[in-house]
């Protein structure tokens, strides 16, 4: 069974900083992609980051660009997404997911399985 569990949100102040991470279980971590999504109240789920597999590639949403970035670490099966000059539009439900296939993914569906979410709160 394969298992995403995401940690390390929270409330900060606009500017701050927070790192997420995402642990994944049940799924060989270094063959897929990985990604992080956000959604807040009201609005569609939206991609944020994604690493593939081989960690050669990553894309960034234009929103985050140069403030998030993503990383991974495959001897621990994790994901991160350190978190920058955090903005009150930041605030939202961030979810990790692993993709279908190695290689960077920016649409939902190309992903296989997701986590439960992780909430941040920016307050401004």
């Known amino acids: 069974q394969v298992q995403l569990v995401e940690s390390g949100g929270g409330l900060v102040q606009a500017g701050g900083s927070l790192r997420l991470s995402c642990a994944v279980s049940?799924?060989?971590?270094?063959?897929?992609?990985m990604g992080w999504f956000r959604q807040a109240p009201g609005k569609e789920r939206e991609f944020v980051a994604t690493?593939?597999?081989?960690?050669?590639?990553?894309s960034y949403a234009d929103s985050v660009k140069v403030r998030f970035t993503i990383s991974r670490d495959n001897a621990k099966n994790t994901v991160y997404l350190q978190m920058n000059r955090l903005k009150s539009e930041d605030t939202a439900a961030y979810y990790c997911?692993?993709?279908?296939?190695?290689?960077?993914?920016?649409?939902?569906?190309?992903?296989?399985?997701w986590g439960q979410g992780t909430q941040v709160t920016v307050s401004s």
């Open positions: 997911a692993t993709a279908r296939t190695g290689a960077v993914a920016r649409a939902r569906a190309e992903y296989a399985y």
């Open positions: 049940g799924r060989t971590f270094s063959s897929y992609a």
């Open positions: 690493f593939s597999a081989t960690g050669r590639s990553t």
